[in-house]
């Protein structure tokens, strides 16, 4: 839970950032084409003293790779101390971005728990990209 709010503090942080040094401000509240963090927890289903290698997620992971091949998934991957992991998507809006979540095979099976968030990239070390980057006068 502490890294559930670790996240929202981060991502609040650079939406903050990035609201302040950016000309078109949008609305917090408009995700429409947005990226979305879907954190995932342990759900009841979890097999208790196993790894995440040894949790029934086949389907979980066959579910990941045809949304990125979709190009949906941006990114994914477990967190290396076993409590859940991380999924980075891309939705039209928060109600696809749920849906997409709840489909999750893991989820359904109620091995994972999905808390969905909506994300702006701030600080993009592919692109260099920061909203405290200065630009030229």
Same mark, same amino acid.
């Not at 000309?23 to 084409?33: E, H, I, L, V, W």
């Not at 109600?95 to 994300?119: C, M, S, T, W, Y």
């Given at each position: /839970?502490?890294?559930?709010?670790?996240?929202?503090?981060? #991502?609040? @942080?650079?939406?903050?950032?990035? &609201?302040?040094?950016?000309?078109?401000?949008?609305?917090?509240? &408009?995700?429409?084409?947005?990226?979305?963090? +879907?954190?995932?927890?342990?759900?009841?289903?979890?097999?208790?003293?196993?790894?995440?290698?040894?949790?029934?997620?086949?389907?979980?992971?066959?579910? @990941?790779?045809?949304? /990125?091949?979709?190009?949906?998934?941006?990114?994914?991957?477990?967190?290396?101390?076993?409590?859940?992991?991380?999924?980075?998507?891309? #939705?039209? $809006?928060? #109600?696809?971005?749920?849906?997409?979540?709840?489909? &999750?095979?893991?989820?359904?099976?109620? +091995?994972?728990?999905?808390?969905?968030?909506?994300?702006? +990239?701030?600080? $993009?070390? #592919?692109?260099?990209?920061?909203?405290?980057?200065?630009?030229?006068?």
């Amino acid at each position: /839970m502490n890294r559930l709010l670790l996240l929202c503090v981060f #991502a609040s @942080l650079a939406v903050l950032a990035q &609201d302040a040094h950016s000309p078109a401000q949008t609305s917090a509240a &408009d995700t429409s084409g947005a990226n979305f963090i +879907i954190v995932l927890e342990r759900g009841p289903n979890w097999l208790p003293g196993k790894s995440v290698s040894e949790q029934p997620l086949r389907e979980h992971g066959r579910y @990941l790779l045809r949304l /990125m091949e979709s190009g949906k998934l941006v990114l994914a991957g477990p967190f290396l101390d076993e409590q859940g992991g991380i999924i980075l998507l891309k #939705a039209a $809006d928060s #109600a696809e971005a749920q849906k997409i979540a709840n489909e &999750d095979p893991g989820v359904q099976n109620r +091995i994972l728990q999905p808390a969905v968030h909506p994300f702006r +990239i701030a600080f $993009d070390s #592919a692109t260099g990209a920061s909203p405290f980057k200065r630009t030229a006068p």
